[in-house]
């Protein structure tokens, strides 16, 4: 991938750049260490006045050095020490002004001033946190948090699905001992849950198969959607998805369906129904549970595949 130094007038642009080309680089890659060391290029590249960028992973319940853009770091940080340790232990995003009024700051470079951390996660788990340094103080600001909050979330959605093999395997083998099968209704995501599913060798004993019904009309015409419920709640809503799980149960004979229907973006929301918006129903046994997730607007293909992480999460509970 050709990516250059680009300047931009405002922040805004900035992290909408380097937002993009987060993007790119986690889909031209399934490798965790050639993605992060990518990742924590770009950052040292795009994002002026840092000394260091990169990432700490946990490990044995304590944070291990990952890859990274600048000098040698600690190889091993305690849950609550340091910057990082206490972003982890706190779950919520840290920006230290200067680092030497900081009596919980770990020295690595003697040139940092301020430092801004940003969990990440693989599902509801802490996976690690993103790092970066500057030898400014007060380097960074509202907009760097916010727009390095949604590059850690890109991140997240990928490791995410990355770590939903097991998660399927989990899902086949509690529908195996029921002898249940189970269906998809697919709309925002495009068909990527079944495709989960399959990935798994011996999902042909759980499945037969599934819709991808994108169009308002396919929903309709495919699995019996009521065009008045449509009509009422929006095609994104919970009485949707109900009905598509119902649906998508009962056209494949499966004691499992499943209905997702959101707005993954990056254009389609609205106010009341933003990017981001996903709503799912759970039909097991003629029985239906609903939810409604917002995972914001993190990306298309980041909504996409949070969306997924939450249907396999939510089967595995269902089907306990």
């Known amino acids: 991938m050709d990516v250059e130094y680009r300047a931009f007038a405002q922040k805004s642009e900035l992290y909408h750049y380097v937002l993009e080309t987060e993007e790119k680089i986690l889909a031209e890659t399934a490798d965790e260490t050639a993605a992060l060391a990518n990742l924590s290029a770009l950052l040292m590249l795009e994002l002026a006045d840092l000394n260091w960028a990169g990432f700490y992973r946990m490990q044995g319940g304590e944070l291990v050095l990952g890859p990274f853009q600048g000098k040698p770091a600690v190889a091993r940080i305690a849950v609550g020490k340091g910057v990082c340790g206490t972003a982890v232990a706190e779950r919520a995003v840290q920006v230290v002004e200067d680092v030497h009024c900081c009596e919980n700051h770990i020295a690595c470079d003697i040139n940092s001033r301020s430092e801004i951390v940003v969990p990440v996660y693989a599902g509801e788990i802490i996976w690690g946190v993103l790092d970066i340094d500057s030898p400014l103080r007060a380097r960074f600001d509202a ?131 933003p990017v981001g918006m996903v709503c799912f129903g759970f039909a097991v046994q003629g029985e239906v549970k609903t939810f409604t997730k917002q995972f914001g607007d993190i990306g298309r293909n980041a909504v996409r595949a949070a969306s997924v992480q939450f249907v396999f999460e939510t089967l595995r509970e269902l089907l306990k």
């Open 143 to 273: 907009e760097d948090a916010a727009g390095l909050t949604q590059f850690a979330q890109r991140l997240s959605a990928w490791l995410t699905a990355r770590s939903g093999a097991d998660l399927a395997e989990e899902v086949v083998e509690l529908l195996k001992k029921r002898g249940w099968h189970i269906s998809f209704a697919e709309s925002c995501t495009g068909g990527l849950a079944a495709g989960r599913l399959v990935n798994v060798a011996s999902a042909s004993s759980v499945f037969d198969g599934s819709f991808v019904t994108y169009a308002n009309e396919a929903k309709v015409r495919m699995l019996g959607v009521d065009r008045m419920v449509i009509d009422a709640f929006g095609v994104v809503s919970e009485p949707v998805a109900r009905q598509m799980a119902l649906g998508t149960a009962a056209e494949n004979s499966a004691e499992v369906g499943v209905g997702i229907t959101g707005v993954a973006g990056p254009t389609g929301g609205t106010e009341k129904k």
